[in-house]
């Protein structure tokens, strides 16, 4: 008798390590399919309204900054134009400002004086591809990608729910482009900080397979000689809501901008 309970053990204990392993492989082929689906899904859109909001805590002895940074984007593929309204607060003062974005031409309103400066120098426009990315998806997309094997998805009647928490490095480096490409400026004091912990949460439309919801949280810390100092950190959030996908109407880049004094030096946007 004891002989055969013992036999059974063995065979429970082997069945479910045989169950975990191949369960572990199902969710990783379907994670796959499902950021497959996405992608292709992403691919077909030609239009989109995007609102994007960043808020950054950055503590340290000297000073504390508090940072909103919000993007109400529209984008159009035929012809292809990004629109962003951009307002920032930080500690209390505001800035608002747009921007337009062309495949060949960059717009941006002169926050001091209101008026409008233009480039088509292929340097300048590099500094902007970021915020292209945003609107059409495509980062959003890749840091999906990055946490494929690592994500857990759950559904209901409407949407699947793909959530992540960890600190890789992969993630983190998307992460990283993901915030450069909302606000410049702030890469070198990230690259003195370790990312201790990101935390993601997808929403995707069941029927489209298109994101229309993304949230990161990221808490930094800072280390010197192999310890953390406590009085030093930095927690970024990142949301993007997708609207109104491929029913956008025409964008219109108003005369004042493409008339604007044509800049090939010293332009910048922050």
Same mark, same amino acid.
């Given at each position: 008798?004891?002989?055969?309970?013992?036999?059974?053990?063995?065979?429970?204990?082997?069945?479910?390590?045989?169950?975990?392993? #191949?369960?572990?492989?199902?969710?990783?082929?379907?994670?796959?399919?499902?950021?497959?689906?996405?992608?292709?899904?992403?691919?077909?859109?030609?239009?989109?309204?995007?609102?994007?909001?960043?808020?950054?805590?950055?503590?340290? *002895?000297?000073?504390?900054?508090?940072?909103?940074?919000?993007?109400?984007?529209?984008?159009?593929?035929? *012809?292809?134009?990004?629109?962003?309204?951009?307002?920032? &607060?930080?500690?209390?003062?505001?800035?608002?400002?747009?921007?337009?974005?062309?495949?060949?031409?960059?717009?941006?309103?002169?926050?001091?004086?209101?008026?409008?400066?233009?480039?088509?120098?292929?340097?300048? %426009?590099?500094?902007?591809?970021?915020? %292209?990315?945003?609107?059409?998806?495509?980062?959003?997309?890749?840091?999906?990608?990055? /946490?494929?094997?690592?994500?857990?998805?759950?559904?209901?009647?409407?949407?699947?729910?793909?959530?992540?928490? +960890?600190? !890789?490095?992969?993630?983190?480096?998307?992460?990283?482009?993901?915030?450069?490409?909302?606000?410049?400026?702030?890469?070198? =004091?990230?690259?003195? =900080? =370790?990312?201790?912990?990101?935390?993601?949460?997808?929403?995707?439309?069941?029927?489209?397979?298109? *994101? /229309?919801? #993304?949230?990161?949280?990221?808490?930094?810390?800072?280390?010197?000689? +192999?310890?953390?100092?406590?009085?030093?950190?930095?927690? &970024? !959030?990142?949301?993007?809501?997708?609207?109104? /996908?491929?029913?956008?109407?025409?964008?219109?880049? *108003?005369? !004042?901008?493409?008339?604007?004094?044509? /800049?090939?030096?010293?332009?910048?946007?922050?």
């Amino acid at each position: 008798m004891k002989k055969t309970q013992k036999i059974l053990m063995v065979l429970v204990i082997f069945l479910l390590f045989s169950l975990a392993g #191949c369960s572990s492989k199902i969710d990783n082929a379907e994670n796959e399919k499902l950021v497959k689906k996405v992608i292709e899904a992403t691919k077909s859109v030609k239009s989109t309204n995007v609102k994007i909001e960043t808020i950054q805590n950055f503590t340290n *002895p000297d000073q504390n900054v508090h940072s909103i940074i919000q993007l109400d984007t529209s984008m159009t593929t035929n *012809p292809f134009i990004v629109k962003i309204n951009r307002n920032e &607060e930080r500690n209390g003062q505001k800035i608002e400002s747009m921007l337009y974005i062309t495949d060949d031409t960059v717009y941006v309103e002169d926050i001091k004086n209101k008026t409008w400066k233009r480039a088509t120098n292929e340097k300048f %426009r590099e500094g902007y591809n970021g915020k %292209r990315k945003l609107a059409n998806f495509e980062i959003v997309t890749e840091f999906l990608h990055a /946490i494929q094997n690592k994500m857990k998805v759950s559904e209901n009647d409407l949407n699947y729910e793909v959530t992540y928490s +960890g600190s !890789e490095n992969s993630v983190n480096k998307v992460f990283s482009k993901i915030l450069d490409s909302v606000q410049t400026g702030t890469e070198e =004091l990230r690259k003195k =900080l =370790l990312v201790e912990k990101v935390e993601v949460k997808y929403i995707i439309d069941k029927k489209t397979f298109l *994101p /229309i919801e #993304c949230e990161i949280k990221a808490k930094f810390a800072y280390f010197k000689d +192999g310890q953390r100092v406590i009085s030093v950190s930095l927690d &970024e !959030e990142f949301t993007a809501k997708f609207s109104e /996908i491929n029913e956008v109407k025409e964008i219109i880049i *108003p005369e !004042e901008a493409k008339n604007g004094k044509l /800049i090939e030096a010293d332009l910048s946007y922050k």
